[in-house]
């Protein structure tokens, strides 16, 4: 026999609790976006002030990075927005201890062509420098074209080489190239800039130091290698007519040198040009042969011989040399000979690694002659703040990330909204 359990328990109407259901939703998703309304993350206190993207290849390109005030600096860099596996210090820095500067200068390197890489800049605790995040897509390929590096010196107003400077050229729209001034030199390679330029094309340079204080050099590429000089740092120079071809001393004096020595390349260096500039001392005004050749890989046999300079050196005893075509990626060895004040014959040898465009950091480039004709300056000198030019790399500004999570007190109303929303299913269904 078969009966039907009978109970004095009263349900709830289920349109009642479909009601009740769909209101704590409602009441549960308000509370969510209040609460993700009011809550946002401390707020960045914008330090960056300048920022360029130079050298920029398939594999690699340097960024420069001015602040409002001086500060250590890193870059992070990944390749989606919200995701930063690497941690990239300023080339200056050492033993990875960031430096407090204004300007600072990031090599990246062994980068894939045509991906996107996204960029932050943190200071020192981990603070955020900006609140912005970098977009970088590198090329598919780069067109590089065969043209000499320029290069020269800078001293201070003291006469002493400028150290640790940064140097930014803008030729017309071409990409715009960098390299780092060290103990007063500079070498700019220009195979970066696609094709070469007319003779009428405008160029600027501007020439900043860890300070923020800035330089600035103008001209047409028709007076190019009037760069090839020693400037003053903080004077306004303009090369746009035929140099001023009257013989001055430079502020920078030296006596008459009897080393013999190979100042560049430095030993095992790579070197960022194809066309590297070599440099050294001997006596003054003396003969001086340098052989460049060819190295076996993986080994420091010597293949064939590539090129002979015979040079004279200076009457302050400098030579400097400029293979006459480009040299392809290998490693090499430069033999320098030359003769002593006994009349003996002395030799020296360096090896270098000329790298494969963009594939590696390219790591300090060899330095420039030291050419010393004085500058023309203007009356008066400029001492500016950080550069304001725009720059001519596009450089897309992705938003700012939004904050992920869910805090506690919404967590603990989702949990009495469950339990509510359970309770009522069991009272209609039970």
């Not at 201890?97 to 990031?106: E, V």
């Not at 010597?302 to 075509?325: H, L, R």
């Not at 420039?368 to 790399?393: C, F, G, H, M, W």
Request: contains cysteine.
């Amino acid at each position: 026999m078969s009966y039907l359990a009978y109970t004095n328990d009263k349900k709830i109407p289920i349109p009642l609790a479909i009601g009740l259901i769909v209101g704590l939703i409602v009441f549960l998703s308000s509370i969510t976006s209040n609460r993700k309304n009011t809550v946002h993350t401390k707020a960045v206190e914008e330090q960056v002030e300048f920022l360029e993207i130079a050298n920029k290849t398939p594999h690699s390109a340097n960024i420069v990075v001015c602040l409002r005030k001086k500060n250590s600096l890193t870059l992070n860099l990944g390749t989606k927005p919200d995701q930063f596996d690497t941690v990239i210090y300023d080339d200056r820095d050492t033993q990875k201890t960031s430096q407090q500067r204004r300007c600072h200068y990031f090599s990246l390197s062994k980068l894939i062509p045509e991906t996107s890489y996204y960029m932050s800049f943190s200071l020192q605790n981990n603070a955020l420098a900006s609140s912005k995040i970098i977009h970088l897509i590198t090329p598919t390929k780069l067109n590089y074209v065969t043209n000499d590096p320029l290069f020269g010196k800078i001293v201070m107003s003291t006469g002493k080489p400028m150290q640790n400077g940064i140097l930014i050229a803008r030729f017309n729209s071409m990409p715009t190239i960098s390299t780092r001034v060290t103990n007063g030199e500079w070498l700019l390679p220009l195979h970066y800039l696609e094709k070469i330029p007319s003779q009428t094309t405008p160029f600027k340079i501007e020439i900043l130091d860890g300070e923020g204080a800035q330089m600035e050099i103008d001209g047409v590429y028709r007076y190019i290698d009037q760069l090839k000089k020693t400037l003053i740092f903080g004077k306004f120079y303009s090369f746009k007519t035929q140099e001023n071809t009257s013989t001055v001393v430079s502020p920078v004096t030296s006596q008459p040198r009897e080393e013999f020595l190979i100042i560049y390349p430095k030993s095992n260096t790579v070197i960022p040009s194809f066309r590297p500039l070599f440099k050294g001392l001997a006596l003054p005004e003396n003969k001086v042969t340098s052989t460049l050749e060819l190295l076996k890989s993986a080994s420091r046999k010597t293949g064939p011989i590539v090129e002979t300079f015979n040079i004279t050196t200076n009457k302050d005893g400098v030579w400097t040399a400029i293979p006459t075509s480009d040299l392809a990626p290998s490693r090499y060895r430069l033999t320098v000979s030359t003769t002593n004040k006994n009349g003996q014959v002395e030799k020296i040898a360096r090896i270098f690694h000329i790298q494969k465009s963009g594939e590696a950091v390219l790591g300090e480039a060899t330095n420039s002659a030291t050419l010393t004709p004085t500058p023309q300056p203007s009356p008066t000198p400029t001492q500016a703040p950080l550069p304001t030019i725009e720059p001519t790399q596009i450089i897309t500004i992705a938003p700012s990330l939004p904050q992920t999570g869910v805090g506690n007190a919404t967590l603990s109303f989702a949990s009495v909204a469950l339990i509510a929303i359970g309770i009522t299913l069991l009272m209609v269904f039970k």
